[in-house]
């Protein structure tokens, strides 16, 4: 896949000529609202009211796979999701048109106000909407555009640890990588594929749930969406979950509200565990944003769920 430039300037200057190309409108005006390592995002208001989401990719053709994530997610939840307008590919230009979601992402420090009630009320709607997309079965493992394996485990396997683990262990040679934590992880590796159960069937995830990617209304508390799906997958089911821990996602009580409401396997605390660590150590491997503290998070959650194994 081609690398591309996000330099707000040029973008600023391009995305008006694709708001009008595509949507037939002016574009009024276009403010950057976010991004992360895969790409950014601004908010551009049109000449005839319309609010138009567009994001533009550092990597050509990632704008077709998280529009069709997006189309799938959508289909499969009563959650609202942003609607696809367009994809555009050019030399310079990897971008994507879609719906504006009201609301602001749970990150926001104005929801740590919210009372207990409120905040279970809006974990049974979050984790009601996530069940949904967990209640839809495939036949095989994988990209959610193209999923390839019958099984879950060797999919993982193949496709995330191995991969994963060298590179981080070329890291660790190079000095760039703490040798005790990958330890700590070649030790969990050993660990999960000694006790994993093979999922029984594979179904859809987000794989990127935090905190970050829930819209809701600041002064309701009402849940207004979920964004920003990123590698979504035919998965185990509790692959999804790791994410509700992410951040402050605890202090909601994600996590704890989805092992309420659904059936778990007997070492669902582990998996996620080892899930979201080497998840987040991966994010040195594939350019995306490293956050040193919640690394160490990661790392002390999973040296905790070991302890029942030893």
């Known amino acids: 896949m081609k690398s591309l430039s996000v330099d707000n300037k040029d973008l600023i200057l391009r995305l008006p000529e694709i708001a009008k190309i595509y949507m037939g409108t002016e574009a009024v005006s276009i403010k950057y609202i976010g991004g ?7 908010k551009c208001t049109l000449s005839d009211n319309r609010v138009l989401i567009l994001k533009a990719y550092r990597v050509q053709g990632m704008q077709e796979k998280e529009a069709g994530y997006l189309r799938i997610l959508a289909k499969n939840t009563s959650v609202k999701m942003p609607e696809v307008y367009f994809t555009h590919a050019d030399d310079s230009l990897a971008a994507m048109g879609m719906s504006f979601i009201e609301g602001s992402n749970v990150l926001s420090p104005a929801f740590l106000l919210k009372s207990k009630k409120e905040r279970r009320l809006f974990a049974e ?14 036949e095989k ?10 099984s879950w485990l060797e999919y993982y396997r193949e496709k995330m640890v191995e991969p994963r683990l060298e590179g981080l262990k070329k890291l660790c040679k190079e000095g760039k990588y703490p040798k005790k934590s990958l330890d700590l992880l070649l030790k969990a590796t050993e660990l999960f594929f000694k006790i994993t159960e093979e999922p029984k069937t594979p179904v859809i995830t987000h794989t990127d749930l935090n905190i970050m990617n829930i819209m809701a209304d600041k002064k309701t508390f009402e849940l207004k969406g979920f964004i920003d799906p990123c590698g979504s997958m035919w998965a185990d089911k509790e692959y999804d979950l790791f994410q509700f821990l992410n951040m402050w ?8 509200e989805y092992k309420k409401a659904a059936q778990i396997s007997e070492h669902c605390d582990f998996k ?34 070991m302890r029942k194994y030893k």
């Not at 992360?36 to 601004?42: A, L, Q, T």
């Open 125 to 138: 709607k979050v984790v009601a909407g996530m069940l949904e997309w967990h209640n839809v079965s495939g």
């Open 272 to 305: 996620v565990a080892y899930y979201a660590a080497l998840n987040e150590a991966s994010c040195r491997l594939n350019g995306a944003l490293v956050i040193p503290v919640w690394e160490i998070q990661c790392n002390n959650r999973l040296k905790k769920a």
């Open 249 to 256: 996602g605890g202090y909601f009580k994600l996590y704890d």
């Open 36 to 42: 992360g390592s895969y790409g950014k995002v601004f």
């Open 141 to 150: 493992y994988g990209d959610l555009l193209n999923p390839t394996h019958d």
